[in-house]
């Protein structure tokens, strides 16, 4: 499947550091996170504890000026978590490829939401891309290759009725 590009929101402003650029073709994961930080309310001196660091550690840990610490992967989550911020995310979603989609969730039901299950089928397409794609890339599809294309196939046209019957159940006058 391929990639869309979306650049990245502008970051607020912060009055006391100015936001460094995020590189419009690396979505650069450290500047990201450094404008995370920079951006909320109090900086690293309020995220630190609240994802269990010391402000300074966490401070160090986002500089692009300080090499001797990086950001872990799982405190990227918890500061994505904690603030709300999304750049982080989307930064990576960038580097990988591809681009983030927030879909509304239903805490009730998370399956029953149209945009949910939108999400759903574009997986599985990707899914179906994936498989086709590595099948034929030497112009010859073994019988295996063609169990999965089908099987990818099979949960696509699954996951397309499945929005089609919610898109259905959401339309005014159409439940009868």
Avoid: W
């Avoid at 100015?18 to 309020?46: C, E, I, K, S, W």
């Avoid at 504890?49 to 990086?70: F, M, N, Q, W």
């Avoid at 904690?82 to 009730?108: E, Y």
């Avoid at 997986?123 to 599809?141: K, N, R, T, W, Y």
């Amino acid at each position: 499947m391929g990639s869309i590009f979306v650049p990245l929101a502008a970051p607020r402003h912060n009055k006391r550091r100015r936001p460094l650029p995020l590189h419009p073709m690396t979505h650069d994961l450290q500047a990201a996170a450094f404008n995370l930080v920079a951006d909320y309310p109090g900086g690293a001196t309020v995220l630190g504890p609240l994802i269990g660091k010391a402000a300074s550690t966490l401070s160090h840990e986002v500089d692009l000026r300080y090499t001797g610490a990086k950001l872990g992967l799982h405190d990227a989550g918890k500061l994505t978590q904690v603030s709300g911020d999304l750049r982080i995310v989307r930064a990576f979603c960038a580097l990988a490829g591809g681009r983030f989609q927030p879909l509304p969730a239903d805490p009730a039901n998370p399956h029953a939401h149209p945009l949910a299950a939108l999400g759903s089928m574009a997986h599985e397409f990707a899914e179906l891309v994936s498989e086709a794609g590595a099948a034929l890339a030497d112009g010859q599809v073994t019988p295996n290759e063609l169990q999965r294309i089908q099987r990818e196939a099979g949960g696509l046209l699954g996951a397309l009725n499945h929005l089609l019957a919610l898109c259905h159940d959401a339309c005014p006058g159409s439940r009868a």
